[in-house]
């Protein structure tokens, strides 16, 4: 079973920086894309980054430019570097991926259990 952690959340105030880990661990397992989603209080969840293995990056037009999502394949490791935060930002942010066991051959989709970001004005 692949499992997600993530860290490196918290208060931050208007224009500053935060960097979002998450490690995907389990056993005999192939990762084939990480994103990040965030959720705010009374909003949707919503896709703010993914990468796939090969490298590719997609944002939401809402974090282009300031947001980045560099990954670490040799540690299933994704990261979300957060620069000039605004209070929209504010948001639990959660990290998914996307693979394939090799012990079913099966494909997954896990998430992790959210960190929360506030940015304060």
């Known amino acids: 079973q692949v499992q997600l952690v993530e860290s490196g959340g918290g208060l931050v105030q208007s224009g500053g920086s935060l960097r979002l880990s998450c490690a995907a661990s389990g056993s005999r397992f192939s990762i084939v894309s990480m994103a990040w989603y965030r959720q705010a209080p009374g909003n949707q969840r919503e896709l703010v980054a993914n990468?796939?293995?090969?490298?590719?990056?997609n944002y939401a037009d809402s974090v282009k430019g300031r947001f980045t999502i560099p990954g670490d394949n040799a540690k299933n490791t994704v990261y979300l570097q957060m620069n000039s935060l605004k209070p929209e930002d504010t948001a639990v942010y959660l990290c998914?991926?996307?693979?394939?066991?090799?012990?079913?051959?099966?494909?997954?989709?896990?998430w992790g259990q959210g960190i929360l970001v506030t940015v304060s004005s």
């Open positions: 998914n991926a996307g693979g394939i066991s090799h012990a079913t051959s099966r494909t997954f989709e896990v």
């Open positions: 990468i796939a293995s090969g490298g590719t990056t």
